[in-house]
C-alpha cells in the first residue's frame, strides 16, 4: 500500500500552475508604470468618482415611506 499517492481525479497540469502562481504571486510582484496606473486607479479614482456621485445626490432621494407611484426625488 506504500507508493505515490492516488487521488481519484487526476489533476491538471494548468491549474496547477495557475494555483502556485497565485499563491507566489508576492514573490514575483513588481512595481511597473502600469501596476502603478492600475493600483492609483482602484485606489483613488474609483473612490473619489463614487464620492463625488454621493455627494451630488445627497438628499435628493427619499425611500422612506414611498408607495408604489409616489416619486421619489425629493428636490
Same mark, same amino acid.
Request: glycine share 6%.
Given at each position: 500500500?506504500?507508493?505515490? =499517492?492516488? *487521488?481519484?481525479?487526476?489533476? #491538471?497540469?494548468?491549474?496547477?500552475?495557475?494555483? !502556485?502562481?497565485? !499563491? !507566489?504571486?508576492?514573490?514575483?510582484? $513588481?512595481?511597473?508604470?502600469?501596476?502603478?496606473?492600475?493600483?492609483?486607479?482602484?485606489?483613488?479614482?474609483?473612490?473619489?468618482?463614487?464620492? *463625488?456621485?454621493?455627494?451630488?445626490? #445627497?438628499?435628493?432621494? #427619499?425611500?422612506?415611506?414611498? $408607495?408604489?407611484?409616489?416619486?421619489?426625488? =425629493? *428636490?
Amino acid at each position: 500500500m506504500a507508493g505515490l =499517492e492516488h *487521488y481519484k481525479l487526476a489533476q #491538471d497540469p494548468a491549474f496547477v500552475r495557475l494555483s !502556485n502562481m497565485t !499563491n !507566489n504571486r508576492y514573490k514575483y510582484f $513588481r512595481w511597473t508604470p502600469r501596476t502603478a496606473r492600475i493600483t492609483f486607479a482602484y485606489m483613488v479614482v474609483v473612490p473619489a468618482i463614487v464620492g *463625488y456621485i454621493a455627494y451630488k445626490t #445627497d438628499g435628493k432621494y #427619499d425611500f422612506r415611506a414611498k $408607495r408604489r407611484g409616489d416619486d421619489i426625488r =425629493e *428636490y
